[in-house]
């Protein structure tokens, strides 16, 4: 598990603030899902503005370009990354439609600052130890403890083809 740090500044946090809610517009009006939260009381629209604010992080430490995009359910948040957010700094959160080809980011979310904790493959994460209802939601999910996390500082060359 890592600790690294991530400090966005006010118009950082504006930015991703308007992408959150845009995004939560998006999933308003094509009667789309809420997102898995690891707090059974946050509200959509907080998880679309902590999630589009965990891209910008990770985009930020690896210094990738993040566009922000509204609508492309499924594809990458940054470069070659998907990014998860955690409200109270717990588990990563995998759900059954995550792709298992990807490497999942944990971003421990209290804005402005922001701590990349590491990152998992998609199907690594999709075993049966993970699987559970953490978040008392009835909408259970692959639950993967910090601790099990590799370090984020080994995407840094993935990262550095994609800058």
């Not at 998907?82 to 109270?88: A, E, G, P």
């Not at 690594?124 to 909408?139: F, I, L, M, P, T």
Request: glycine letters at 8%.
């Amino acid at each position: 598990m890592d600790n690294i740090p991530v400090v966005l500044t006010m118009c950082e946090m504006i930015t991703g603030s308007q992408i959150g809610a845009r995004r939560q517009c998006y999933a308003i009006y094509g009667k789309l899902k809420d997102t898995n939260s690891d707090d059974p009381l946050e509200n959509p629209w907080e998880a679309h503005v902590r999630g589009a604010l965990a891209e910008m992080a990770v985009a930020k430490h690896f210094k990738l370009y993040w566009s922000g995009s509204v609508g492309e359910v499924g594809g990458d948040d940054v470069g070659p990354f998907q990014v998860k957010h955690s409200k109270h700094d717990l588990d990563l959160i995998i759900q059954k439609r995550c792709r298992p080809d990807r490497k999942y980011i944990l971003v421990a979310c209290t804005a402005p600052n922001l701590i990349l904790r590491g990152w998992f493959w998609g199907a690594d994460a999709k075993v049966d130890h993970y699987w559970g209802d953490k978040c008392r939601n009835s909408r259970p999910a692959f639950f993967v403890p910090q601790s099990e996390l590799h370090s984020v500082t080994e995407l840094d060359d993935e990262a550095r083809k994609w800058a």
